[in-house]
């Protein structure tokens, strides 16, 4: 028993160095909130809007978080509304599922032209914990100072500085909100196009056109913002190079699709980056590499079927079990 000591206080450290890890350091998944009474459907954009301006913040913050599209297509694999009502607990399954040990969540009521707002944060790490809860209220035209308001008590219980929002236009920044929360791509690319055209150098916006036009095929205008942006830094450089370098891979360009990847990886760590290096490396036959790269992106608890299938390409079948070799017989 006493030889086994020492290894016993050894695990038990690093179990305790677990539960004392800062905040920051946990993937931080922001739930849809959800209406409480009567909600117009003209505001019915509220509550993914107020759990997509708490991921902008923590994209600019470089807090590792589960993007609300990652949410959405969870919910359309299990075949569930675009925002469900989950209890508590499905909600704290789900976050973890997803890899996440903070999950937030959030009501709201709306009352002619005032908006109130609950939010509350769990720890998900060990046993279930509630790390602060909030509340704000403030006209509909002022969502953008009370999502601030909320996001500063967030970033407090995060240990992380709170980031500044774009200053853009308030008409500019409501486009943005609602063309990336759109679930029809024709009303995304409206609303984004808006918010463009209000403001040009809103990157954030045109890195969301960009990617909105490579999904449906319009290569060329995409590549041509992708490329104007490859030379800017702002909190979604990440997903632009990581975007452009796939268009390059596409291109059969492999350096640059590589150079493009690893510079995605620095400005911030996304599954998109890890899956496309995991293509690139499976095109060079280097399997080892690709499999790294698919448990890199598994982490992050999406796109579950692209990396099985990946994987089954970099995992070549066991070779056939052969008989047994006749003995030769022997010389006369």
């Known amino acids: ?31 849809p909130f959800t209406p409480e009474g009567e909600c117009p459907a003209s505001s019915t954009w509220i509550g993914p809007g107020l759990a997509f301006i708490l991921n902008e913040s923590l994209a600019r913050a470089q807090v590792p978080y589960v993007p609300l599209g990652h949410l959405r297509e969870v919910f359309d694999q299990e075949g569930l509304v675009a925002e469900p009502r989950f209890a508590k607990l499905s909600l704290v399954s789900l976050a973890r599922q997803l890899g996440a040990g903070i999950l937030v969540t959030g009501r709201y009521r709306l009352d002619g032209d005032d908006l109130r707002v609950s939010m509350e944060a769990l720890d998900l790490r060990g046993d279930l914990r509630r790390l602060g809860r909030w509340e704000a209220r403030e006209p509909v035209s002022a969502l953008l100072a009370l999502s601030e308001d909320l996001g500063r008590d967030l970033f407090a219980v995060l240990d992380t500085p709170w980031p500044d929002l774009p200053r853009v236009a308030p008409a ?37 056109l960009a990617l909105l036009l490579r999904n449906t095929g319009r290569l060329s205008e995409a590549r041509s913002i992708l490329e104007g942006l490859s030379k800017k830094s702002f909190s979604r450089s990440a997903a632009a190079l990581a975007a452009l370098a796939g268009l390059r891979l596409e291109e059969g360009r492999i350096g640059e699709a590589w150079n493009l990847y690893v510079r995605s990886l620095k400005a911030g760590e996304t599954p998109e980056a890890h899956l496309g290096l995991a293509r690139l490396y499976l095109r060079q036959k280097k399997n080892a590499e690709a499999l790294r790269e698919l448990r890199m992106a598994e982490t992050f608890g999406v796109y579950q079927e692209e990396i099985e299938l990946l994987r089954s390409q970099a995992q070549p079948p066991a070779a056939a079990s052969r008989p047994p070799t006749e003995a030769a017989p022997p010389s006369p």
């Open 1 to 31: 028993m006493s030889r086994n000591r020492p290894a016993l206080l050894v695990l038990l450290a690093a179990a305790t160095l677990l539960f004392v890890l800062p905040a920051r350091a946990a993937r931080v998944a922001v739930a």
């Open 172 to 208: 500019a920044f409501e486009s943005y909100v609602r063309g990336r929360i759109a679930s029809d791509t024709t009303v995304a690319e409206v609303y984004l196009r808006k918010a463009v055209e209000l403001e040009p150098s809103y990157d954030e916006a045109s890195c969301y």
